[in-house]
């Protein structure tokens, strides 16, 4: 229905409500992304492979690596260039491989750890460089995919290595300074760490610590960032999430790392699986709990710090959470089953927008006619009034820049090839 | 079965008993209930009574195209429902749904417009003549104008070219010419040399699957298996430092027992036996980032481990000797996993491309043959 005739309120819910789908992947999905603007939905599933759906069918397009290439462990984390054409993905299999989606056959690069990975994640894609934590390292590493054999930087800071802060577990990159990476330690450790490209040489880099501190006794499971930089949130195996406001200046000389909010299950006191912000400036914080007790996802409102909602619907425990802003959809999957859940918002048709004149009623009324409602007006006054209507330019090939929640619209996601082959070979086998 | 039973048609009056006429005593048949008058009958194969084929409403043209006939109340399952289920049963399974109806079959009329003559067994016509009838009609009505065959050349004669195109001038092999097969086989390169090379030799397509396949067949497919080989070959020496270990710690005579392999090819642990008093077994890791050489021999691997065993390595010979190893755990069977599969997938993309070659192949084929006909005739 457009966009126009739907009721203003119900458009503008700034989160989904309502399971309305399932994905019955067969393959146990382990986590899950979607594309920039949602058209896609990639699963990352136990078996190493990673399957595409399209989320206007809802049905697989496309399997990664159905040449060769595919991962032989479960895959640990996926992310999609922003302009939709690359995927990175990181297994326990210990590789870290970048897809074409122009040629999803077989990984475009790919890069060999002696551990398995953490998580991965895109630094600056047009340059196909992605920062990966892996298990039992004390150092991020950076991979430069640019090249054919991809390079791998480990980040390390000269003063980090006398004081033990444990192995790096997770880490994400500022969307405000992408040359700034924020990471978490098994040992509660959060640090801001720049990298400084040398324009003369483009492989040489330097690395150096912004800000570091130690925000808790236990792992840091998980850190994410709002879209516009300045809220982060911290997932600890001590059973808390911690909401930070950030503040950096230009030159990054002062950084600010100020606790917000802690959330805790103070009855259950159960630990979070995952966590995920909404979008700008990250006004909810969704989060999914451990147990096979719970099913549902938390909503908090990150300003004051309330629950808002739960999304209930999941017949299971969930773990991963993805949430897109172009279809305001939140994606999670099952600890079981494997399903994915995904949660979206539901807009009742309001057929009476179609003639703005009428007017929805629950019970009959008798109609009072107005005064002039039936008065004959001269014609040549009416015709004058029409041609004055339709003298207003009316635009219809001009699209719209953002839509109704601010997200750019002229931004696209690539459009993955038809496998044509495919279709060739199941035919061959029927 | 009632269910599936049809009522009985609109035209047909209600089942009635009667055999014989009332007043004459002279046996009648059909649904009209009248008296046999030399009117073509037709015999129902359900309830053995005679019908006429008029008020069957069948036109008494295809009388020789019955092949089993049922009245109307036999298909609505009034009468001859008394004849034993196990003769019908035996029907059913012979020839399928289409007896369990009870419905009036025919057979197949020759190809001839109006003839109305059942087919010989494999055939189309009813007889050769018509056979060739039907043929000339086809020919007659063939156009090949549009083919730029000039007026001049008989339509006969052009069809016959056509016929002898094929490799073999034979009857058989233009009875292939519609199947699969056939257009499989490779073309025969004299009809059109040039043609030949432009379209089929120097196809892009297909030149850059064979290359393909080529690759895999002489790069990939060797690499992987090699690598494989290597791998297990390693996994193989690292169980037997590990086996090493343990005879030297347990000197006792147990150690034959724990000596069995512990990375197997699948890098599963053997299990501990229970109730067996030996010391815990020693294992160490093993992870080694390039293993296509083997390190220094068993005995000399684990002299020298027990030499350093107390400073603190973590790696020996780029050997990983943590005897409890977080980081690589599974490292062997992960890594054998992933050779395995690419031997998989190497195979499969061979029948993948086999395929597509084929499918290529086909197309131009068609194409050729196509060309070729246009220019000759």
């Not at chain 1, 819910?13 to 019955?24: A, D, G, H, I």
Request: proline share 3%; glycine share 4%.
């Amino acid at each position: 229905m457009n966009l126009l005739l739907q009721d203003p309120f119900s458009v503008l819910k700034e989160y989904p409500e309502k399971l309305t789908f399932t994905l019955e992947n067969p393959l146990r999905t382990e986590c899950l992304e979607f594309s920039t603007c949602g058209n896609y939905l990639a699963l990352g599933c136990s078996n190493g492979d990673v399957v595409i759906y399209d989320m206007d069918t809802l049905r697989p397009i496309t399997v990664l690596g159905s040449e060769s290439g595919a991962h032989v462990r479960s895959v640990q984390s996926l992310s999609w260039s922003p302009d939709g054409r690359y995927i990175i993905t990181g297994s326990r299999d210990w590789c870290v491989k970048l897809w074409d989606l122009n040629k999803p056959e077989r990984p475009y690069r790919e890069t060999l750890f002696e551990g398995p990975i953490w998580n991965c994640k895109w630094l600056d894609a047009e340059n196909l460089r992605c920062v990966a934590t892996v298990s039992e390292e004390d150092h991020v590493f950076m991979i430069d995919f640019n090249h054919e054999t991809p390079i791998i930087h480990q980040i390390r800071i000269e003063e980090d290595i006398e004081s033990n802060k444990g192995h790096v577990l997770t880490c994400c990159v500022n969307p405000n300074f992408p040359d700034v990476i924020i990471t978490g330690t098994s040992k509660g450790w959060l640090s801001l760490l720049k990298i400084d490209n040398h324009q003369m040489d483009n492989n040489a880099f330097t690395f150096s610590s912004l800000y570091s501190t130690k925000i808790v006794n236990s792992n840091i499971k998980d850190i994410i960032i709002s879209q516009n930089g300045d809220r982060l949130a911290v997932n600890s195996s001590d059973r808390t999430i911690r909401q930070y406001a950030v503040q950096m200046s230009e030159d990054l000389k002062f950084v600010t790392v100020d606790l917000e909010h802690r959330y805790q299950d103070v009855i259950n006191k159960l630990q979070w699986n995952c966590i995920f912000f909404s979008n700008g400036s990250a006004e909810y914080l969704v989060a999914s709990t451990h147990g096979s007790s719970t099913r549902e996802l938390y909503l908090w409102e990150t300003g004051s710090g309330t629950l808002v909602r739960v999304l209930e619907g999941a017949e299971e425990e969930l773990m991963d959470i993805n949430w897109n802003f172009y279809n305001m959809c939140i994606a999670s999957n099952g600890f079981e089953s494997g399903y994915v859940y995904i949660w979206s918002i539901v807009i009742p048709p309001k057929w009476s927008a179609l003639a703005p004149d009428f007017e929805e009623i629950e019970e009959n009324i008798e109609y009072q006619e107005k005064e002039d409602e039936f008065d004959q007006v001269g014609e040549l006054e009416q015709q004058h009034e029409l041609i004055q209507a339709e003298e207003v330019p009316i635009d219809l090939t001009t699209k719209e820049r953002y839509d109704v929640r601010g997200n750019d619209l002229l931004r696209q996601d690539f459009v993955i090839p038809m496998d044509y082959q495919r279709i060739l070979l199941m035919h061959s086998k029927k | 079965m009632q269910a599936r039973l049809s009522s009985l048609p609109v035209w047909c009056p209600p089942y009635s008993k009667t055999k014989k006429d009332p007043i004459t005593g002279e046996d009648v048949y059909c649904i009209c209930k009248k008296q046999d008058t030399g009117e073509l009958m037709v015999g129902c194969d359900g309830c053995d009574d005679w019908f006429h084929f008029s008020c069957m409403r069948i036109p008494i043209k295809y009388q020789k195209l019955v092949a089993s006939f049922y009245c109307p109340y036999c298909q609505a399952g009034i009468t001859g429902m008394d004849k034993s289920e196990a003769e019908e049963k035996t029907v059913e399974d012979e020839t399928g749904d289409a007896i369990k109806v009870r419905k009036t079959l025919w057979k197949k009329k020759c190809r001839l417009e109006d003839c109305y003559e059942p087919c010989t067994e494999r055939s189309k016509y009813c007889s050769r003549q018509h056979g060739k009838e039907f043929l000339q009609e086809v020919l007659s009505k063939l156009d090949i104008s549009g083919l730029n065959v000039g007026e001049s050349v008989d339509k006969e004669a052009f069809v016959k070219t056509l016929i002898q195109q094929n490799d073999r001038d034979d009857f058989q092999s233009f009875i292939r010419a519609g199947q699969s097969e056939f257009i499989d086989k490779d073309v025969p390169k004299s009809l059109d040399n040039q043609l030949y090379e432009s379209l089929i030799a120097n196809d892009r397509k297909v030149n850059e699957l064979i290359n393909q396949q080529s690759i895999i067949e002489t790069g990939t497919l060797p690499k992987a298996k090699e690598r494989v080989e290597l791998l297990e070959k390693y996994i193989d020496w690292i169980s037997q430092v590990n086996i090493k270990f343990n005879e030297d710690q347990n000197s006792s005579g147990t150690t034959d027992e724990n000596s069995s392999s512990k990375i197997d090819k699948g890098g599963k642990k053997s299990k501990k036996k229970k109730g067996l008093k030996t010391k815990p077994k020693k294992r160490i890791c093993g992870y080694i980032s390039n293993f296509t050489e083997l390190p220094s021999s068993v005995d000399k691997f684990v002299e020298e481990y027990e030499l350093h065993k107390d400073d603190g390595l973590t790696t020996l010979q780029s050997v990983c000797i943590k005897t409890r190893c977080i980081k690589h755990s599974e490292w062997s069977s992960m890594l054998l996993d992933r050779y395995l599969q690419e031997v998989e997938l190497a195979e499969r993309h061979q029948e993948r491309i086999q395929l597509l070659l084929q499918t290529r192949k086909r197309q131009l084929h068609i194409q050729y043959y196509e060309k070729v006909t246009k220019k000759q005739s």
